[in-house]
């Protein structure tokens, strides 16, 4: 069964703090995807990953940053947090172009106080 | 960008009862996905559908794509309490190859 595995379900933190979001995935898919998913809003693409150090960024890339050492782990990284970045953020892998399944994590509830 | 509408936005309705979401754009698209979330979970894929005016069934599930590609429907027969979730369709962006641009959802809640 294919997998993908976020660090955290539920996260609090202060403004101004460095945030490590984590995904990692079995199934050997170059593709990894950092989404965040808001009320109305629908999910919205922060950062994707086409291969080990390779990044673009999506359609709201402004206060991330994402990181691929490894081709199973995707990190997402908030340098500084702030409130408008409370939100719910999943990560998804692919293995090949866009007409092919994404596989989801359970995501990450991110509070920012 | 193309934009996705879904419609509607929330739906309740009793166990037993039958329902139709749409997912709508100007926009012509080679394919389209519907996933659907349950509360807690990431969303998973429940079809993907290719050819105008194609029609798949999944159980008591029918999902039909439009002649002109534009648009697609979820019917739902019966529903259950197990069919609560937001449904979400996606399509590829017609900007950039490996983008996809999900619709905003319909939530859906099923009671018993």
């Known amino acids: 069964d294919v997998k993908v595995t976020q660090s955290s379900r539920y996260l609090v933190k202060r403004t101004g703090e460095k945030v490590f979001l984590e995904c990692v995935q079995d199934?050997?898919?170059?593709?990894m995807f950092w989404y965040r998913q808001d009320p109305g809003l629908g999910l919205r693409l922060i950062y994707f990953?086409?291969?080990?150090?390779?990044?673009e960024k999506g359609d709201i890339p402004e206060g991330y940053s994402v990181s691929r050492e490894k081709k199973e782990r995707f990190s997402l990284i908030l340098e500084s947090a702030s409130t408008n970045q409370t939100s719910m953020y999943l990560c998804?892998?692919?293995?090949?172009?866009?007409?092919?399944?994404?596989?989801f994590g359970p995501g990450t509830r991110l509070t920012v106080l | 960008t193309q934009l996705l509408e879904q419609s509607p936005q929330f739906l309740s309705i009793q166990e037993g009862e039958n329902l139709t979401v749409y997912c709508n754009s100007s926009?012509?698209?080679?394919?389209l996905q519907w996933y659907r979330q349950e509360p807690g979970e990431g969303p998973v894929l429940l079809v993907t559908v290719v050819t105008g005016g194609e029609v798949k069934k999944l159980k008591r599930l029918t999902f039909q794509f439009g002649d002109a590609r534009k648009d697609s429907s979820l019917h739902i027969t019966a529903a259950q309490t197990g069919d609560t979730g937001l449904y979400l369709c996606?399509?590829?962006?017609?900007?950039?190859?490996?983008?996809?641009?999900f619709g905003p959802g319909t939530s859906l809640s099923v009671i018993p």
């Open positions: 990953s086409y291969d080990v150090k390779m990044k």
């Open positions: 199934m050997d898919h170059e593709n």
């Open positions: 996606a399509v590829a962006d017609v900007a950039s190859y490996d983008k996809v641009i």
């Open positions: 998804a892998s692919r293995l090949g172009t866009s007409g092919d399944t994404q596989y």
């Open positions: 926009s012509v698209f080679s394919s």
